[in-house]
């Protein structure tokens, strides 16, 4: 296991790439389970969730190609093998293999996932939708078992929206009988991603993108090539990154339109944002003024920057205040702010932060994924080191960082844990 240090307080310049979407890509590789020829997605993130999925097919009897961010996937002697445990555990998204697999054999048995730990995720909407659409769902040892005599065109009302529900009802439902409804449907950039590449393969699907999507089920799905769009929430890191100690960042393979929640919010502070059809330039700011935010699904402002954004408001002068609506548990990183001398509160789902105040490089700990990303912020903010744990949840979601960030311009380098360190992560 490695540990990342980062020598704090330097500008950074240049340009960086973002990286094909995480959260397309977890869904669009179990999409591939419902073809009957290769499928091949273009442009995909070296990220651990991608090389944990490769396996999983690999495991059910699917022939995988990976290289050069481009993964083929021959499905054609794919088997309904069980997931009970193993590599399904390690995987938040694991549940997409619950839609894919009840699509194409109409029976499933898979491991309750795992992932970061953000308090309950529940995926009661997700058994909600298999069930309307014929399935019988049942929680047997910890794994889920599907089966269905057959997939039945249903009409699926969300109690709540969810991306993962609506991508796990469209994958089940593209090859059932009948026409699928679903309403109250979430509307992130990675359903339509998901779509398109269903559409591809032969799919009849309308209304991604929008709160109610219309599928028209077929007897059968066929390879084809799909590029990923490109991954939003890691590009907005990079703009907070930016904007935190840049003096003058280009970030190219960008759509500005699914961040435009972030870049009104970045405006509103005070920071220089130029955009243009697929690259964001992000000049420096005099002074941060203080903003508040409130995380909403999309289009709103997303809870996976919530937590980078508060890195940046510990420059911003005054009070800010970020509420996350989406996830309560999304917090822990704030003790580990405070360690290096933030000012934050938490009240309820809010956390108030005043500044502006001078970090310090400390010893931190990475709970989860986007805490990662604001801790990596929060030590090229800071005088001094910083030294990160828990590097394995900023690899599920972050391609090439240290690479990335070395491009413009900081110290930042990876070590391996002492055995006297891994015996400290135990415990803890």
Same mark, same amino acid.
């Given at each position: 296991?490695?540990?990342?240090?980062i020598a704090?307080?330097?500008?950074?310049?240049?340009?960086?790439?973002?990286?094909?979407?995480?959260?397309?890509?977890?869904?669009?590789?179990?999409?591939?389970?419902?073809?009957d020829?290769p499928?091949?997605?273009?442009?995909?993130?070296?990220?651990?969730?991608v090389?944990?999925l490769?396996?999983?097919?690999?495991?059910?009897?699917?022939?995988?190609q990976?290289?050069n961010?481009e993964?083929?996937?021959?499905?054609?002697?794919?088997?309904s093998?069980?997931?009970?445990?193993?590599?399904?555990?390690?995987l938040?998204?694991?549940?997409?293999?619950?839609?894919?697999?009840?699509?194409r054999?109409?029976?499933a048995?898979?491991?309750?996932?795992g992932?970061c730990?953000l308090?309950p995720?529940?995926?009661?909407?997700?058994?909600k939708?298999?069930?309307?659409?014929g399935?019988?769902?049942?929680n047997?040892?910890?794994?889920?078992?599907?089966r269905?005599?057959?997939?039945?065109?249903?009409?699926?009302?969300?109690?709540?929206?969810?991306?993962?529900?609506?991508?796990?009802?469209?994958?089940?439902?593209?090859?059932?009988k009948?026409?699928?409804?679903?309403e109250?449907?979430?509307?992130?950039?990675?359903?339509?991603d998901?779509a398109?590449?269903?559409?591809?393969?032969?799919a009849?699907?309308?209304?991604a993108?929008?709160?109610?999507?219309?599928?028209?089920?077929?007897?059968?799905?066929?390879?084809?090539?799909?590029?990923?769009?490109?991954?939003?929430?890691?590009?907005?890191?990079?703009?907070i990154?930016?904007?935190?100690?840049g003096?003058?960042i280009l970030?190219?393979?960008?759509?500005?339109?699914h961040?435009?929640?972030?870049?009104?919010?970045?405006?509103?502070?005070?920071?220089?944002?130029e955009?243009?059809?697929?690259?964001?330039?992000?000049?420096?700011?005099?002074?941060?003024?203080?903003?508040?935010?409130?995380?909403?699904?999309?289009p709103?402002?997303? @809870?996976?920057?919530?937590?980078?954004?508060?890195?940046?408001l510990?420059?911003?002068?005054?009070?800010?205040?970020v @509420?996350?609506?989406?996830?309560?548990?999304?917090?822990?990183?704030i003790?580990?702010?405070?360690r290096?001398?933030?000012?934050?509160?938490?009240?309820?789902?809010?956390?108030?932060?005043?500044?502006?105040?001078?970090?310090?490089?400390?010893?931190?700990?990475?709970?989860?994924?986007?805490?990662?990303?604001?801790?990596?912020?929060?030590?090229?903010i800071?005088?001094?080191?910083t030294?990160?744990?828990?590097?394995?949840?900023?690899?599920?979601g972050?391609?090439h960082?240290?690479?990335?960030?070395?491009?413009?311009g900081? @110290?930042?380098?990876?070590?391996?844990l002492?055995?006297?360190?891994?015996?400290?992560?135990?415990?803890?």
């Amino acid at each position: 296991m490695d540990k990342l240090k980062i020598a704090g307080g330097y500008p950074l310049t240049g340009t960086v790439r973002i990286s094909g979407a995480k959260n397309s890509a977890v869904a669009l590789i179990p999409a591939t389970i419902l073809a009957d020829s290769p499928v091949t997605i273009e442009g995909l993130p070296e990220i651990s969730d991608v090389e944990l999925l490769k396996s999983l097919l690999e495991e059910i009897g699917g022939s995988v190609q990976f290289s050069n961010h481009e993964m083929t996937v021959d499905p054609s002697s794919m088997i309904s093998m069980p997931l009970p445990n193993g590599k399904v555990k390690k995987l938040r998204a694991s549940y997409y293999l619950m839609g894919a697999m009840l699509g194409r054999f109409k029976k499933a048995v898979i491991g309750l996932p795992g992932g970061c730990h953000l308090g309950p995720r529940p995926i009661d909407q997700h058994i909600k939708g298999f069930e309307a659409l014929g399935a019988s769902v049942t929680n047997e040892q910890g794994a889920i078992y599907l089966r269905a005599d057959e997939l039945v065109g249903a009409r699926i009302y969300l109690d709540v929206v969810s991306v993962g529900a609506t991508i796990n009802i469209m994958l089940a439902a593209v090859r059932a009988k009948g026409r699928t409804i679903i309403e109250n449907a979430a509307k992130e950039p990675e359903i339509i991603d998901v779509a398109t590449l269903l559409t591809n393969m032969g799919a009849k699907i309308k209304g991604a993108g929008t709160d109610v999507i219309r599928i028209d089920g077929v007897d059968e799905l066929h390879g084809c090539r799909h590029t990923i769009i490109p991954d939003r929430i890691e590009a907005g890191t990079y703009l907070i990154l930016g904007a935190a100690v840049g003096e003058g960042i280009l970030i190219d393979n960008i759509i500005p339109q699914h961040l435009e929640s972030l870049i009104a919010k970045l405006r509103e502070m005070g920071v220089p944002i130029e955009t243009k059809d697929d690259q964001v330039f992000v000049g420096k700011a005099d002074i941060f003024k203080a903003v508040d935010i409130k995380t909403l699904v999309y289009p709103g402002f997303p @809870t996976d920057l919530q937590q980078p954004f508060t890195s940046l408001l510990t420059k911003a002068e005054g009070t800010s205040v970020v @509420t996350d609506t989406i996830y309560g548990a999304r917090f822990k990183h704030i003790d580990e702010l405070r360690r290096m001398n933030a000012n934050i509160k938490v009240e309820g789902r809010s956390a108030i932060v005043s500044g502006p105040v001078k970090l310090q490089g400390a010893k931190v700990k990475a709970s989860d994924l986007r805490a990662g990303a604001s801790l990596i912020i929060a030590g090229l903010i800071a005088e001094g080191v910083t030294e990160i744990t828990g590097v394995d949840h900023i690899d599920r979601g972050y391609s090439h960082l240290v690479e990335k960030l070395e491009g413009l311009g900081a @110290t930042i380098w990876r070590e391996q844990l002492s055995k006297e360190e891994m015996e400290q992560m135990k415990q803890a």
